[in-house]
């Protein structure tokens, strides 16, 4: 009979914990039955198992003494790394998350503020409905473009806040640009005849 | 073929000296989580006995094996807070402690000191003046150098899945690998431990004419 013996080698290697060969599968006892490589093969595997788990048994080291005492001084500090930030966050966040809410309301409400001049020719992105980050200030400006659009470039307001001014209004403009204004505002009044 | 021994419960923890048996592991986690380092010592005085023997098969030595097995603790321990509560933590220490063996045995095999997986002292097993070359301390020393000839893949799985009598699904997590590997290791393992025993076997029953010429 013919029996693949090369293919049965793992299936027996997995099945030799067995307590008797009755609890082996059915099949596979009628192939130990039957071929005498696999019979070998099988006795030989459990043979050396035996030895094993003799192995097993009497060299199983046994500690004799808890490690805990040596064990205690060796570990970090008490483990409150993964408790100090929650604790913290319970207590500084509320106060940061208030503080924060406040410098952004007066922020909004100085961008707000009704100017006295009506003929001022700049104006800031709210006055002109665009919606900006009182964060990202502009601090320059492209005069020539009076169209409808952003007349100015956006770039992310970087300094502290300026000395005697609200915090993240930005108020300094360059001198050429200044004189560009007033030019700008002198010739509108000349238009206008009141010189 | 089963022992006993073999029965009992693979991640079977410590014995009496175990505080709050009934407290989870997942339990006393989350309360070393919370800065209770009175529940590290119940999770180590569950679990050292076990770990323990578990390394010391690995590396034959006593002072090595309690330096291992604290060495697995402190890490577990600084990882703590990574460790997914709603997995088991038996087999992630282990996981820790068969890692950190094996990484210790292959940097020692790599300085050229020792042999990996263990200490045998060569002259012992060799001893011309035994009588029985199969009394019980020759047979242990001659398993414990056929496993050393077994490549360290099929070794860790022989040892964890025979010797230690985890449950194949338990060392695939300590392994991690899936339990078809590991079942296909375990086979390999066995046979190959069956075909170099049977070499020594059939070397020890030709020698004794020698020894006795000696
Ligand atoms: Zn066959």
Redesign the interface.
């Known amino acids: 009979m013919s029996c693949h013996c090369a293919k049965n ?3 027996l ?2 099945l ?4 008797s060969v009755e609890e082996l599968p059915e099949d596979i006892r009628r192939i130990l039955a039957n071929c005498p490589t696999c019979r070998e ?1 099988y006795e ?20 004799e003494k ?3 005492p ?3 001084h ?3 500090e ?6 100090r930030y929650p604790e913290w966050k319970r207590k500084f966040v509320p106060l940061f998350s208030v503080t924060t809410a406040c410098l952004a309301l007066l922020i909004v409400f100085v961008g707000n503020r009704p100017t006295q001049n009506e003929n001022r020719v700049y104006q800031t992105a709210i006055n002109r409905g665009t919606s900006y980050s009182p964060l990202q200030y502009p601090t320059s400006f492209n005069v020539q473009d009076t169209s409808s659009h952003i007349p100015y470039s956006i770039q992310p307001y970087t300094e502290p806040f300026s000395q005697g001014d609200y915090p993240g209004v930005k108020s300094d403009f360059p001198d050429a640009l200044e004189a560009q204004l007033r030019e700008l505002l002198r010739q509108q009044k000349l238009r206008q005849g009141i010189e | ?3 006993e ?2 029965v009992n419960q693979a991640f079977e923890k410590g014995d009496e ?1 175990v505080h709050r048996p009934h407290v989870s592991d997942a339990r006393l986690v989350e309360e ?4 209770d ?1 009175d529940a ?2 119940d999770l ?2 569950r679990y ?2 076990k770990l ?2 578990v390394i ?2 690995f590396v034959h030595n ?1 002072a090595l ?2 330096d291992l ?2 060495e697995t ?2 890490r577990i ?2 990882n ?2 990574q460790f997914d509560v709603s997995r088991r933590f038996g087999p992630w220490l282990f996981q820790v402690g068969v890692n950190l063996t094996l990484d210790y045995l292959r940097k020692k095999k790599r300085r050229g000191t020792t042999s990996l997986f263990s200490e045998i002292s060569s002259e012992k097993s060799l001893d011309p003046g035994a009588e029985d070359p199969r009394e ?1 301390q020759d ?2 020393e ?3 150098r056929v496993l050393q000839e077994i490549p360290e893949k099929y070794r860790t799985v ?1 040892v964890l899945r ?3 009598h985890f449950t194949s699904a338990e060392v695939a997590a300590i392994m991690k690998r899936k339990e078809a590997t590991i ?2 290791r ?3 393992a ?2 190959r ?2 075909e170099l ?2 070499e020594r ?1 059939k070397e020890a029953n030709e020698s004794p004419v020698e020894k006795d010429g000696e």
């Not at chain 1, 030799?16 to 307590?19: A, E, H, K, L, S």
């Not at chain 1, 008490?78 to 408790?83: A, K, R, T």
């Not at chain 2, 070393?32 to 800065?35: F, I, L």
């Open positions: 080698r793992n299936r290697a997995l030799v914990d067995r307590d093969h030989l595997l459990c043979a050396a198992m035996n030895s094993l788990h003799q192995v097993q048994c009497e060299e199983a080291a046994r500690l808890s490690l805990w040596q064990l205690a060796r570990l970090p008490p483990h409150v790394q993964g408790l | 073929m089963k022992t021994q073999a000296a070393v989580r919370g800065g380092r590290f010592r180590v005085l050292e006995k323990y023997r010391h098969r006593d094996a309690e097995v604290q603790f402190i321990y600084e703590l807070d019980k047979v242990n001659e398993v414990r022989l025979d010797l230690e079942r296909w375990l086979a390999e066995r046979n431990f069956k025993w049977t076997m």
